[in-house]
DNA sequence: GCGCAAACTTTACAGTGTCAAGTTTGCGTA
DNA sequence: TACGCAAACTTGACACTGTAAAGTTTGCGC
């Protein structure tokens, strides 16, 4: 059942860590199936058995990326021990994941296929983690509040909009806002928490 | 003085616009330069002498989009009545502009190139004229709350991000969200302007 | 009317995605 | 153990891309 092939342990793997490897470092401009393929040692087609073209590749990357900030965002819930902060240091790990990596922010989100549902029915399996975790945060801790099932929806996407807003912001090339963000981003996030109780 | 072609009335601003006429129909993978180029009726080369290369038409497109993204926030603010409203209905138009050219909004920030000034004394003639109108624009409504400067700038860029992330949001492809964003933006925004009285 | 610079065309080349046809390999079965 | 088959790879080809270089057309100032 392993995919090993003969020359290669796992080519498949290799390409897509090197690949996030490049776009990390070059941004995804240029990231190309025969840069990627030759990083890993195989002649130029050599991919097209893994994948069905760079599309396909690249939602493997997505997945990959997505897959690091969800283990990121779920272990700061398992280590938190405020769990009345919880939002807040979940928002902070949002955006850290994406400074950290500024170039994670646009390929994962610039080609516009990611799948999100924000309903408040949405089904936890099939939605995107990342966001899913974020939203099953909140709603265990605005569950106290008594909000309406909609009221509290608005509420949440609220925060993730500000928070996922922020992760935009902060990972723009060049801001001459020279403040670290590292330090502004929690005293923002407690701005908005004044609003959520009413 | 004026930049007039021979054959053409004005081959760059019409390089300019069909190159937008064709990210907002296909999306700025499928811009080429010999598409435009062709779609304007000459030679694949003849853009060179326009633009230094693609990056540079890119960025003129950009500042056009930029552009046409302030005009239309300076409108609200021109035709606006009910003044102390006014940050709501800014951002109501932010999203919605996004969400009327949803290849806008990965084609503006994801080449990660615009320079945004988010410090409070950013200068205003060289900064992103988007931002710089919201901000001017907060700082005369927030004045009278008496918040020190840096304070102020904290709730301006929360603000921001907000309406930011929630043009991020709301233009995703797919998103199974199927309430009408344009209904929910003013009540989502409004949640907002409850904390920025403290 | 001449000449020059700007706007364009043509030609060329390296790099890209991707397909098709060949080649190597590991593994299950006769 | 040999065989054969499918999966993993290589090679070669094609159309398309960005862009540089060299040639051509044009309008405008003198």
Redesign the interface.
């Known amino acids: 059942m392993g995919t090993k092939s003969y020359h290669h342990e796992n080519l498949r793997d290799s390409l897509i860590e090197k690949s996030i490897e490049i776009i990390s470092l070059e941004?995804d401009?240029n990231l190309s199936m025969r840069k990627v393929a030759s990083a890993c040692g195989v002649s130029h087609a050599a991919p097209y058995a893994h994948f069905k073209n760079k599309d396909d590749l690249i939602h493997a990357m997505q997945e990959h990326v997505a897959f690091e900030l969800s283990k990121t965002l779920m272990h700061v819930i398992e280590t938190c021990s405020e769990k009345e902060e919880i939002l807040t240091y979940l928002g902070k790990a949002y955006v850290t994941f994406f400074l950290e990596n500024?170039?994670y922010f646009?390929f994962l989100?610039?080609?516009?296929?990611?799948?999100?549902?924000?309903?408040y029915n949405?089904d936890p399996a099939n939605n995107y983690k990342p966001y899913e975790i974020f939203r099953q945060t909140a709603i265990q801790a605005l569950t106290p509040t008594g909000l309406s099932h909609e009221k509290m929806n608005?509420?949440i996407?609220?925060m993730?909009?500000?928070?996922?807003?922020?992760a935009?912001?902060a990972?723009?090339?060049?801001?001459?806002?020279?403040?670290k963000w590292e330090d502004?981003i929690e005293?923002?996030l407690t701005?908005?928490?004044?609003?959520?109780n009413?």
């Open positions: 941004g401009t500024p170039h646009s989100f610039s080609r516009r296929e990611v799948m999100v549902d924000f309903s949405a608005d509420v996407i609220a993730f909009a500000l928070v996922h807003g922020l935009s912001i990972t723009m090339k060049n801001t001459t806002y020279n403040e502004k005293t923002i701005l908005f928490s004044c609003g959520r009413q």
